[in-house]
């Protein structure tokens, strides 16, 4: 061996603006400074967009621009996050009382309204669910019951998918299900054995689009008939393809049901919370039109059509159209089920029987929902309405009522059947068991500044309202009672379902919802006849890796491109769309009464809307 001096082994150096004599000098100073611009784009952001909207409340003195500049202000800063969205959020507890257009103590009271209380609430509920592995042990038994079978297989993941993202956050839906999907997927996509190879078998833990083997027929008759075989080498091309294409579908179904699981329930995402906080902000007189209840039973429609048609599109796209191939319709042998199987009987093993806190918690997450749903359904009178009504026979809990109750109780109630142990290291000393939920795990995976977004919209919404704004905009929204209110809610959808794909779900929610409701009070429609389209078009991120987090967790586990998530993405948010349409002109239409103009909406703005509402009727679908 040559020796050759250290220097030289120094690893090579990125070219510079001085390596690079034949760049001019102008050119490598202007790449630094669009570097450095670059580089602190945040801090210019938060230092000169404040600046450069000044020329709004100086140039028109008044508490409806000032409340203006705020909420343009957070919109960008949301939309940029050159801060943190839960700091952007506490804007209004600054710049509302020095604009005058609200004391301190009353902006401070929008933060931690019943809303914010559901949240926490639903959220502890979940964080017990989690710990346990709860929630993966229904994930596992599902998929053992639907089979894996590539069109079942992708059916399998979806529902399990949508079903935990209904209680607990997506985002952690989206973590658990797709390493699990991975694990079968290797399992599916394992090369032949040798024992394989000698048998003249294909690998029987995959049979994806492949032709099972013929019978043998008589060579003599079928020799000058047949097809030349493909060579190996084309053979293994087309299954890596078809290969890669299922993983990629299997992992958009993943992340894409997450999104869509967390519009049936109340507390399955948060701007479905926004809404309701927005709806008793703005229309306190509302009589809780917007409570579990009633939202599953608009919302659980529209999320199992669209989590069907969303199976049939990503199934079409990545398996293509032999339906009978997807199934796995045909003489396959009991071996081959087995060794699919495989891997998801062994992850269910490892969690081995159902311990006494999963009981425990399976017990009290069934008397959550039970709570829920009974507590004031509207077409029965409710436990609510019988034991804990006011003078005027309505009830004084809440939805938050519950979820805070339900989560108490998983503080007190032990993880194991109450009895002494010794402490490890100790034998002498007893202790008892942890309970179900400790405040160590509430405090490590509890969002809590999702809390304080909440309440930064809440708080926005009052401003609005106080300084004037949603009047002055319901005025200027006058024109648009001769458009359609049909029309209105698609076009609305559209509008959302593009601006969600560049922010925050919840950002988008909090922005629109009360410039909407000041529409529907100018415009004397039902507010919820543009609300509700708003709020279930905000979950329809799906082109794009940022969009949302379950997008970015199932983009981080390789395979995808951003052309293939956009692809699919595309045609999911058309589908989505229509069916929020859909939803929104049928049977949410006697739920709510949307056909009319109800009397908590009245305002000073609105006083003819019953004159008019003739009209609304004759133009609503």
Not at 95 to 110: D, H, K, R
Not at 475 to 490: G, H, Q, R, S, Y
Not at 615 to 621: A, D, K, R, W
Request: glycine share 6%.
């Amino acid at each position: 061996m040559v020796n050759t001096p250290a220097a030289l082994y120094k690893p090579a150096q990125p070219p510079t603006c001085s390596t690079v004599r034949p760049a001019p000098s102008w050119a490598c100073t202007m790449a630094t400074c669009w570097q450095g611009l670059w580089a602190y784009r945040f801090y210019l952001i938060v230092f000169f967009l404040p600046i450069f909207l000044l020329p709004l409340p100086i140039l028109v003195p008044t508490k409806e621009a000032y409340c203006a500049y705020t909420i343009i202000l957070m919109a960008l800063f949301w939309c940029t996050e050159a801060l943190p969205l839960a700091v952007t959020a506490f804007l209004p507890v600054i710049m509302f009382p020095m604009m005058g257009i609200m004391t301190a103590s009353t902006v401070s009271l929008e933060y931690l309204k019943d809303t914010n209380i559901l949240f926490i609430g639903g959220m502890m509920v979940a964080l017990a669910v989690e710990n346990w592995n709860l929630h993966k042990r229904i994930a596992l038994r599902v998929l053992l019951i639907i089979g894996v079978r590539p069109a079942l297989l992708i059916l399998g993941f979806m529902l399990v998918t949508a079903f935990l993202s209904m209680w607990i956050s997506n985002t952690a839906t989206t973590a658990m299900m797709v390493p699990i999907a991975h694990a079968v997927l290797e399992q599916l996509h394992k090369m032949p054995t040798d024992r394989d190879v000698e048998e003249g078998r294909n690998n029987p833990a995959f049979e994806l689009q492949e032709q099972k083997e013929e019978t043998k027929l008589d060579e003599k008759d079928n020799k000058q008939d047949r097809p030349a075989p493909p060579t190996p080498s084309e053979s293994k091309t087309q299954q890596n393809k078809e290969q890669l294409r299922f993983s990629q579908g299997l992992s958009l179904c993943v992340c894409y049901s997450a999104s869509i699981g967390g519009i049936a329930t109340l507390t399955g995402t948060t701007p479905n919370l926004v809404l309701q906080g927005q709806v008793n902000s703005i229309f306190p007189q509302n009589g809780n039109v917007v409570n579990f209840a009633s939202w599953f039973g608009f919302a659980f429609p529209a999320m199992i059509i669209l989590l069907l048609l969303s199976w049939v599109w990503l199934q079409i796209l990545f398996l293509g159209f032999d339906f009978r191939k997807n199934f796995g319709l045909g003489d396959q042998s009991r071996d081959q089920e087995r060794a699919a199987f495989e891997v998801i009987r062994r992850e269910h093993k490892l969690l081995g029987p159902m311990n006494f806190a999963e009981k425990a918690v399976t017990l009290l997450f069934v008397l959550l929902v039970v709570l829920w749903f009974t507590r004031e359904p509207g077409f029965f009178t409710g436990w609510g309405d019988l034991a804990f009504s006011d003078e005027n026979g309505k009830s004084m809990t809440s939805d938050g009522t519950v979820a805070i109750l339900i989560a108490v109780i998983m503080f007190i109630m032990p993880s194991k059947i109450p009895g002494l142990t010794q402490k490890p290291g100790n034998p002498g000393k007893l202790k008892a068991p942890p309970a179900l939920l400790t405040w160590d795990i509430v405090k490590k995976k509890m969002p809590w500044n999702i809390v304080i977004l909440l309440g930064g919209g809440f708080a926005l919404a009052k401003g609005s309202e106080e300084s004037g704004l949603s009047k002055w905009l319901g005025d200027k929204l006058t024109p648009l009672e001769n458009v359609p209110p049909a029309a209105i809610a698609f076009i609305i959808c559209l509008l959302i379902a593009i601006f969600t794909e560049c922010t925050s779900n919840v950002a988008t929610t909090t922005l629109f919802l009360p410039i909407l409701a000041s529409m529907s009070q100018a415009i004397c429609i039902h507010p919820l006849y543009v609300m509700l389209p708003c709020t279930l078009a905000s979950s329809l991120a799906f082109m794009l890796p940022v969009a949302t987090p379950p997008n970015a967790i199932a983009f981080s586990f390789g395979g995808l491109r951003v052309t293939d998530m956009a692809r699919a993405g595309f045609m999911l948010n058309v589908i989505g769309v229509l069916v929020i349409t859909l939803a929104i002109n049928s049977w949410s239409v006697p739920m709510f009464d949307l056909h009319n103009f109800p009397s908590w909406a009245q305002s000073n703005t609105t006083g003819l809307c019953g004159v008019s509402q003739a009209n609304v009727t004759t133009s609503s679908p």
